[in-house]
């Protein structure tokens, strides 16, 4: 089995989510799907069940959700690109989740991507469900020393039951390999995602 290494006091690091311009441009970067560099973490492809099914559950941190927000960034010569995030605290008050439904004008799929803390065991991935209904596979695709970043284009279905639901349940797998999970309130996401962007920013590209 392959991990991800777990750096001293990884369950209380900040995930990445400073300034609204720099979290627009992360989430470009990985909408973009740019080629990944040596060593980035494997996803669950065609690996036998037995080697990553969880042993057990394990209990999470308390984590306290704000509310949904949209966000859009503009370049000229593109289309505009909008973010709806919900971003999860732990009890001191550091960075725990972060979930984006990621559109770009011109796009016919939007793309899911999820911010997660490090220490995980990367190739089962994460399920997520809505309600306790069907659940969808969501690979990781990125890792840097403090964060990884699961991501994949979201299946419509999954957006319709968001905007219809009540929570979304994100499971994880830790490194000892037993599930972890979390749920996000959807009580907001319908009005948020379909309303108008609380900022829009205006890119501007020197010549």
Known sequence: MRYLNICPGSSSVALAS????????LSGLVFAEQASPAG????AQKLPKAEIAPR?????????????TKFCSRTPGTG???????????????????????????????RLQLFLPVGLYLQAGVKLSVDQGAS???PYVWCLTNVCIAARAADPKLVQEMELGKALQIELVDSNVLTISTVLPLDHFATVHKGAPLQTFEHEIDE
Do not use: F, H, M, N
């Open 18 to 25: 400073t300034a609204a311009p720099l979290l627009l441009a």
């Open 40 to 43: 980035q973490p494997p996803s």
């Open 56 to 68: 057990g559950e394990r209990k999470t941190r308390d984590i306290k959700y704000g509310d949904w």
């Open 136 to 138: 969808y596979q969501i």
């Open 80 to 110: 505009l690109v909008c973010r709806t995030t919900i971003s999860g605290t732990w009890d001191t008050g550091q960075s725990a989740v972060r979930a984006d439904l990621i559109e770009r004008q011109g796009d016919s799929e939007a």
